[in-house]
């Protein structure tokens, strides 16, 4: 916080203006009326944002303590989850096992990245195929989400979280967990995976 310019030497509340830039510059929530009432004052709503700083910036350092924070902090890195759903459900389901989940580092962007992790996924089935045969003998979509790590690590305070982060490999799972958007998707309809499997 800045000095007070009467020249007290107090400090001041910075300006609602000025954290909520902060704020954005974290991806943290800002503060609506909804969370104060509709008669809170622009002080009480930065108060309150200030607040969330604070606790974000305290789970912060809590965070870092473990080795795991570290790892995922790096830019560029990104969480990614394998899934299919039968034409006729509405429910994915993860598929590959161990092959369908990671971590991993790259230069592209989110939706170049997508591209590439379900092309390798598709090219693990062709290599494997009899251990995924329902996928072509029932009408399957498949599809990645990937999301880049270090954008979202403004939202861990708000996640449900344990109380140590979980295995960075199942990383997807827990964004996906706490209702945290996908930065990129890329689908395969059911002609498009048998054809890739099998021509």
Known sequence: MREN???????????????EQIAESLNLPGVGQADLGDDATALE????LLAHIAAWAADG????KH?????????????YRVEAV?????????????????????????????????????????????????LYDEDVHVRVSVWDVHSV????????????????????FHLAANKISPH??????????RRHIFD
């Open 86 to 134: 039968e034409d006729d459900s509405r429910r994915w389901q993860d598929i590959g096992g161990k092959d369908g989940y990671g971590i991993q580092e790259s230069a592209d962007g989110p939706e170049a990245f997508a591209v590439a992790v379900l092309l390798r996924f598709l090219g693990h089935l062709r290599a494997h195929r009899d251990d995924y045969e329902y």
């Open 184 to 193: 990129a998707r890329e689908l395969r309809t059911p002609r498009q995976v």
């Open 5 to 19: 310019p009467t020249g007290s030497g107090l400090r001041r509340l910075p300006q609602l203006h000025e954290l």
């Open 45 to 48: 709503r930065a108060a309150v």
């Open 67 to 79: 080795g795991i924070a570290d790892y995922l902090l790096q830019s560029g890195r990104y969480a």
């Open 153 to 172: 690590a403004g939202s861990w305070p708000s996640m449900r979280t344990p109380k140590d982060l979980p295995d960075p490999a199942k990383f997807a």
């Open 61 to 64: 350092a809590q965070t870092a």
